[in-house]
């Protein structure tokens, strides 16, 4: 069995500062963690995926994630928020190399204020 | 890019009515997905299908069905619709396993009255 936890549901910031979003995760096997975001009425974009590889994970528009197993953690970071990453954000998991259900957390939304 | 898309944005039906949604990927990917996304419980899996004609039950499959015919259309169908059937609905697709990264459309938000 699997799971995801995302620890905030609503997270504030202002623009310029740090972003960090977490996200606990189980999983009885090796786990494949992914970030995704939604705009506003927007489909889901895939953010950054880690498939056992390197441990930290670089994705698009400045996001990066860490895979930490002692923790059972992969917290999402941005040195510095832009308004434009307003968005919801999903931590997913799913289990490596084998055709497996993803399993979605229930989101964390990032507003961005001036 | 991976193109996939749905047939409609916006979709208002009555309770008892077949509703279809549709989705379409250009990208010729094995996998096709279906989920509800409800606020407070992220997205979950209704069905997927993995080729033409296979198809399994997700998470919360009840209420629905599902039909691929083709391998870039994958149609999800309310038999009689109910109210809580109310939600936004996503297909995905993807090219490998399902732990391969899978593909958003824009999503369809049904309301049954």
């Known amino acids: 069995a699997q799971s995801v936890t995302q620890l905030d549901s609503h997270v504030s910031v202002s623009e310029g500062t740090p972003v960090l979003l977490r996200c606990n995760y189980s999983?009885?096997?090796?786990?494949?963690l992914f970030w995704y975001v939604q705009h506003p009425n927007k489909g889901l974009q895939l953010l950054l995926k880690y498939t056992s590889a390197a441990t930290l994970v670089k994705g698009i528009n400045g996001f990066e994630a860490e895979f930490k197993k002692s923790e059972t953690s992969f917290h999402l970071t941005k040195p510095s928020a832009h308004m434009s990453d307003a968005a919801e954000y999903f931590c997913v998991v799913s289990k490596t190399g084998t055709a497996s259900k993803l399993t979605f957390g229930t989101g964390t939304r990032l507003q961005v204020t001036l | 890019d991976v193109k996939v898309t749905q047939s409609s944005r916006y979709l208002v039906k009555r309770t008892g009515e077949k509703v279809f949604l549709e989705c379409v990927q250009d990208?010729?990917?094995?996998?096709m997905f279906w989920y509800r996304q409800d606020p407070g419980l992220g997205l979950r899996l209704i069905y997927f299908s993995y080729d033409v004609k296979m198809k399994e039950k997700g998470d919360i499959p009840e209420g629905y069905s599902v039909s691929r015919e083709k391998k870039e259309r994958f149609s999800l169908i309310l038999e009689s619709a109910s109210t809580n059937q109310t939600s936004m609905y996503l297909c995905a697709s993807s090219l490998m396993g399902v732990s391969d990264t899978q593909y958003f459309g824009p999503g369809t938000r049904l309301t049954v009255l």
């Open positions: 999983s009885s096997y090796s786990p494949s």
């Open positions: 990208m010729d990917h094995e996998n």
